[in-house]
């Protein structure tokens, strides 16, 4: 799948300037905009913010080497999408079945908060994806993943609300003739997960959702 992704990217000087400064204070890390991981064809995208600092950031895989992964890896590898429950390094063994993972900004942002306008300039990325492999099933964590996959797809954010466990059906485009379904669930992140704000049984319950619409793995 060619999604125009680009390693050397600085379309966002503010981004681009940090990621300058990260290769300086951390001379080992991939410090770069992180692509999207796993099956190019897979009938379920996973969505997330951006890379964390000390992890996707430092290892050049979504959701790899910090906490904000072990739930989510622990679980796809439950319900059958990944070859293991733990995600080490890009390096390490793990394969995803029938699933990719990706995130609404590439490149680590500082204090991981994103500006609107990186959002929107990182979001031809994301619709790339979406257009040219487009999945049946995306499965949104946190609202701003929600709202770049409502935009990637030209919708407003008034078309779909998020909310944790909502399915919102997206319309049929000339990519997607019968349409791509939108999961949501609150974002897999160290707060969220150790407040109980999103327990495991949570979201096992929107995983197991999206089996059952998919079959099993």
């Not at 897999?188 to 059952?212: G, P």
Request: neutral net charge.
């Amino acid at each position: 799948m060619q999604d125009g992704f680009n390693l050397e990217c600085r379309a966002c000087p503010r981004l681009a300037n940090f990621l300058d400064q990260v290769r300086r204070d951390h001379p080992g890390y991939h410090a770069r905009p992180v692509p999207a991981f796993g099956d190019a064809a897979a009938e379920l995208l996973i969505v997330g913010l951006a890379p964390g600092m000390h992890g996707a950031n430092r290892t050049g895989r979504p959701f790899t080497g910090d906490h904000a992964g072990v739930l989510l890896y622990r679980s796809l590898h439950e319900f059958g999408f990944a070859s293991r429950a733990e995600s080490l390094g890009a390096d390490d063994s793990l394969e995803l079945r029938n699933c990719r993972i990706s995130n609404a900004v590439k490149c680590l942002p500082p204090q991981n908060k994103p500006l609107p306008e990186e959002i929107r300039c990182c979001n031809r990325y994301l619709e790339a994806e979406l257009r040219l492999q487009p999945p049946r099933v995306i499965l949104a964590l946190g609202s701003i993943a929600h709202q770049a996959v409502l935009m990637a797809w030209g919708l407003k954010r008034t078309d779909c609300r998020f909310a944790h466990h909502a399915v919102h059906d997206l319309p049929p485009s000339v990519a997607a003739p019968d349409g791509i379904r939108l999961y949501d669930s609150y974002h897999c992140s160290r707060y969220n997960t150790q407040t109980k704000r999103l327990t495991e049984a949570m979201f096992h319950a929107v995983l197991r959702d999206i089996v059952a619409e998919l079959g099993p793995q």
